[in-house]
T-cell receptor, first 113, second 116 residues
Framework: LAKTTQPISMDSYEGQEVNITCSHN???????ITWYQQFPSQGPRFIIQ???TKVTNEVASLFIPADRKSSTLSLPRVSLSDTAVYYC??????????????FGAGTQVVVTP | GAGVSQSPRYKVTKRGQDVALRCDPI?????LYWYRQALGQGPEFLTY????????KSGLPNDRFSAERPEGSISTLTIQRTEQRDSAMYRC??????????????FGPGTRLTVL
């Protein structure tokens, strides 16, 4: 599975947009990019997944450039409740890799008033 | 509907004792995963099942760790002769399963294991 690199922490104020960039230089052709969110004392929760270009849902947007060697998770107008750790994961649809989500240390996002 | 449940939520044991951690996945979910999470780190994959078959156990640290899912539903992670380094949060997740389809994993609340 491709290794990912993301910032250790990011601080933001309420109402601002937060962008977290993840590097995955060794991403394979069939790899997808997935982001999970983890609140303190809870298990991780799926946020968004994409393969290329842009994906948007009710929670976030995911921007993936043409070379797919990086991706950016965008959280619009964050609130205090968005304070969490955000994990970038890269993996494929192959049966032998789906079970093995490989989490790094993630990015701790702290939102203050 | 009910999410993934784990029991016990907290387990304190003495070094050398065996412990069994239970995971009850979301009803109908084919795949079940076990992870271990140290403080300040992301979850670390241990093993996973499709139905009752253990598909990958490459993440189990050593032979003191084992897991089973005999009827394709509830799973038990067993740690024999516990050591202090086994202290961590053990998380279970489940997903719908299926080849070639993205399967979002739903995580349980975890079992906090402390080995004294």
């Amino acid at each position: 599975l491709a290794k990912t690199t993301q910032p250790i922490s990011m601080d933001s104020y309420e109402g601002q947009e937060v962008n977290i960039t993840c590097s995955h230089n060794n991403i394979a052709t069939n790899d997808y990019i997935t982001w999970y969110q983890q609140f303190p004392s809870q298990g991780p929760r799926f946020i968004i997944q994409g393969y290329k270009t842009k994906v948007t849902n009710e929670v976030a947007s995911l921007f993936i450039p043409a070379d797919r060697k990086s991706s950016t998770l965008s959280l619009p107008r964050v609130s205090l409740s968005d304070t969490a750790v955000y994990y970038c994961l890269v993996g494929g649809h192959a049966t032998d890799s789906w079970g093995k989500l490989q989490f790094g240390a993630g990015t701790q996002v702290v939102v203050t008033p | 509907g009910a999410g993934v449940s784990q029991s016990p939520r907290y387990k304190v044991t003495k070094r050398g004792q065996d412990v069994a951690l239970r995971c009850d996945p979301i009803s109908g979910h084919v795949s079940l995963y076990w992870y271990r999470q140290a403080l300040g780190q992301g979850p670390e994959f241990l093993t996973y099942f499709n139905y009752e078959a253990q598909q990958d156990k490459s993440g189990l640290p050593n032979d003191r760790f084992s897991a089973e899912r005999p009827e394709g539903s509830i799973s038990t992670l067993t740690i024999q002769r516990t050591e202090q380094r086994d202290s961590a949060m053990y998380r279970c997740a489940s997903s719908l399963g299926g080849t070639g389809v993205f399967n979002e994993q739903f995580f349980g609340p975890g079992t906090r294991l402390t080995v004294l």
